[in-house]
Antibody, heavy 119, light 113 residues
Framework: QVQLQQSGPGLVKPSQTLSLTCAIS??????????WIWIRQSPSRGLEWLGR?????????DYAVSVKSRITINPDTSKNQFSLQLNSVTPEDTAVYYC?????????WGQGTLVTVSS | DIVMTQSPDSLAVSLGERATINCKSS????????????LTWYQQKPGQPPKVLIY???TRASGVPDRFSGSGSGTDFTLTISSLQAEDVAVYYC?????????FGQGTKVEIK
């Protein structure tokens, strides 16, 4: 049974960096048949795919154009987890952030983290 | 980007009655080489992440009741709940995984009439 456990702060100041981690159990971040995803959800933007990292003999990542200049998704093989960093945040980045596994569909999700950008 | 548009935005259905949700993609999500539609349906209840109901447009996920069914191909898809139960009150989303970026519909809220 795959489980994803999110961690990270729920409050970030404007212009600072949002950092979240997703710990994986029951699967490997280095699996060559899945991708590891970050998604956010807000009333104004709905469900928004932010990006992914995946391993196919080497590591790849893809990002949404809307955040491409500010986002990094990194795997951590030593801890079997992956992370999200979103730089220069503004109140528009306030949302519930989810990590998920993509195997076709997004079949396993983290519990969600409400991140509020406010001073 | 592929734009996913759902209709209606909300609907109220009596217990035991049929609920139908439509999803239209701005371009085809049918991959000709394997004849599969790269379309998923999710159910989301308050305070929870979305849960997969249907993938490949019409394949029910494990443990999903058979009152949920998906149909359609190309650009037009439908999620049907054949006999609405109280526990089906939720928001339903379609999502394409044909290309990057993955995109979702805006959601359809299902309530009891």
């Amino acid at each position: 049974q795959v489980q994803l456990q999110q961690s990270g702060p729920g409050l970030v100041k404007p212009s600072q960096t949002l950092s979240l981690t997703c710990a994986i159990s029951g699967d490997s971040v280095s699996s060559n048949s899945v991708a590891w995803i970050w998604i956010r959800q807000s009333p104004s933007r709905g469900l928004e795919w932010l990006g992914r990292t995946y391993y196919r003999s080497k590591w790849y990542s893809d990002y949404a154009v809307s955040v491409k200049s500010r986002i990094t998704i990194n795997p951590d093989t030593s801890k079997n987890q992956f992370s999200l960093q979103l730089n220069s945040v503004t109140p528009e980045d306030t949302a519930v952030y989810y990590c998920a596994r993509e195997m076709g569909a997004f079949d396993y999700w983290g519990q969600g983290t409400l991140v509020t950008v406010s001073s | 980007d592929i734009v996913m548009t759902q209709s209606p935005d909300s609907l109220a259905v009596s217990l035991g009655e049929r609920a139908t949700i439509n999803c239209k993609s701005s371009q085809s999500v049918l991959y000709n080489s394997n004849n599969k539609n790269y379309l998923t349906w999710y159910q989301q209840k308050p305070g929870q992440p979305p849960k997969v109901l249907i993938y490949w447009a019409s394949t029910r996920a494990s443990g999903v009741p058979d009152r949920f069914s998906g149909s359609g191909s190309g650009t037009d898809f439908t999620l049907t709940i054949s006999s609405l139960q109280a526990e089906d009150v939720a928001v339903y989303y379609c999502q394409q995984y044909y290309n990057i970026p993955r995109t979702f519909g805006q959601g359809t809220k299902v309530e009891i009439k």
